[in-house]
């Protein structure tokens, strides 16, 4: 059964009618990496659905998160809720400054997963595994920015000058 059979099965077994819009959410939710928030989603279905609602998104997303299909990710550093269809344990890496989630095999992860379920009797529905931090893109970008940059050598300097005159340089 691939992803989307997945979630379609799901959300009939929720007893939720299966509208074409429901049907988008679900097909786009099971083939995107991109971790979309409820306003990502509405936003590019809108075009081939006029009459879907953001709360058809919700309810949509909730029923899924509730049958354990799809995972909450929380905020990327945007104040927004990530969804991720893939359940399988892995790392979640959310860049909080271009707000994009990555996913990030891991074997800890599923074996952390395994000690959880086999230590604590739960039966797991979902992990959240994200860790934050600034992308490759934005470390470089951030490099590059001659403000920035120049803040910091200058004050690299004024510290320099400072250590010199204390130690009581040829100044
Ligand atoms: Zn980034």
Known sequence: MDRTEKLVQALREAGLRLTPQRLAIVRLLATTDQHPTAQMIYEQLRP???????????????????????????????DAVHYDADTDPHVNLACISCHRVIDLPSQYVHALEQEVATTSG???????????GLCPDCQREAARQPAGGRRHRRRR???????????????
Do not use: F, I, K, W
């Open 122 to 132: 739960y039966r797991l529905l979902g992990a959240r595994v994200v860790y934050y």
């Open 157 to 171: 300097r004024r510290r320099g000058e400072h250590h010199q005159t204390q130690s009581g340089s040829e100044e």
């Open 48 to 78: 081939d659905y006029p009459s879907l609602s953001l709360a058809t998104v919700y309810n949509t997303l909730e029923t899924l998160v509730d049958l354990g299909v799809v995972n909450v990710l929380g905020s990327a550093g945007d």
